[in-house]
C-alpha cells in the first residue's frame, strides 16, 4: 500500500475555484490508478473522478465539464494527482479523499471499496 497525502482544500464562493493535490510516494516505477472521492456530512463517500495509469479518465455526472483530473508522474519517486474544481456549487461541500490502487486500469472506476489506499483527506467549503 502506499499513503497518500491531500492538499488544497479551503473556502471560497459559488462559482469560485480551487484546485486540490495529492502527493502518491511510489517505491517502484509502478502504474497505478488514482481517485478523488469526497464525503458531505450526513452522506455516503461517493466517486468524483478517476485518473488510469495511462491517463484516462472518468468523472461523476455531478461534476462532468467543472472538475478537471490530472496527475505529475514527473518525479520518479512521487506521483501528483490534481483535481482543478471550476464553478463550484454550495453542493460541492465535503471532505475531500484521494484513493489509489495499483494497477494500470481504474477497474472499479467510481466505486471506493475498489481502492485500498486512502488519505487523510481536504475540507472543501463552498459558501451561497
Known amino acids: 500500500q502506499v499513503k497518500p497525502v491531500e492538499s488544497g482544500g479551503g473556502s471560497v464562493q459559488t462559482g469560485g475555484s480551487l484546485t486540490l493535490s495529492c502527493g502518491v510516494s511510489?517505491?517502484?516505477?509502478?502504474?497505478?490508478?488514482l481517485g478523488w472521492f469526497r464525503q458531505a456530512e450526513g452522506k455516503e463517500r461517493e466517486g468524483v473522478a478517476t485518473?488510469?495509469?495511462?491517463?484516462?479518465?472518468?468523472?461523476?455526472d455531478s461534476v462532468k465539464g467543472r472538475f478537471i483530473i490530472s496527475k505529475d508522474n514527473a518525479q520518479d519517486a512521487q506521483i501528483t494527482m490534481y483535481l482543478q474544481m471550476n464553478s463550484l456549487k454550495p453542493e460541492d461541500t465535503a471532505m475531500y479523499y484521494c484513493?489509489?490502487?495499483?494497477?494500470?486500469?481504474?477497474?472499479?472506476?467510481?466505486?471506493?471499496?475498489?481502492?485500498?489506499?486512502w488519505g487523510q483527506g481536504t475540507k472543501v467549503t463552498v459558501s451561497s
Open positions: 484513493a489509489a490502487e495499483r494497477g494500470a486500469y481504474c477497474y472499479g472506476g467510481l466505486i471506493s471499496a475498489y481502492y485500498d489506499s
Open positions: 511510489q517505491y517502484a516505477r509502478v502504474d497505478y490508478c
Open positions: 485518473i488510469a495509469g495511462d491517463g484516462s479518465t472518468q468523472y461523476a
